[in-house]
């Protein structure tokens, strides 16, 4: 079992930037697939990056801007946000999976944290 919870959410204007962080419990956490979705206002939950040790994939709109990465020894992983924009606005969660390919579609992933809301001004 893995346990996430997320945080580092808040309100942002554009062109501004925000870290959240994801904290996980478990022993095996250097051994999962970690992801980043988020869910705008009225909108289905998409996919925005996901690490598999130190290899990495975003989602075209989130290219450049965003960074995803994880600190095995603080059972963390981070999605440090750049350049945002108001379509960004989004509920973000984290998830893990214990799959050694890439996996892009929320239904992939076993464990989500509770979600943390990030809002971006215009």
């Known amino acids: 079992q893995v346990q996430l919870g997320e945080s580092g959410g808040g309100l942002v204007q554009a062109g501004g930037s925000l870290r959240l962080s994801c904290a996980a419990s478990?022993?095996?956490?250097?051994?999962?697939?970690m992801g980043w979705f988020r869910q705008p206002p009225g909108k289905e939950r998409e996919f925005v990056a996901t690490?598999?040790?130190?290899?990495?994939i975003y989602a075209d709109s989130v290219k450049g801007r965003f960074t995803i990465s994880r600190d095995n020894a603080k059972n963390t992983v981070y999605l440090q946000m750049s350049g945002l924009k108001p379509e960004d606005t989004a509920v973000y969660y984290c998830a893990a999976g214990p799959f050694t390919g890439w996996r892009t579609q929320p239904g992939d992933y076993a464990y989500w944290g509770q979600g943390t809301q990030v809002t971006v001004s215009s």
């Open positions: 690490i598999r040790w130190s290899s990495t």
């Open positions: 478990g022993r095996t956490f250097s051994s999962y697939a």
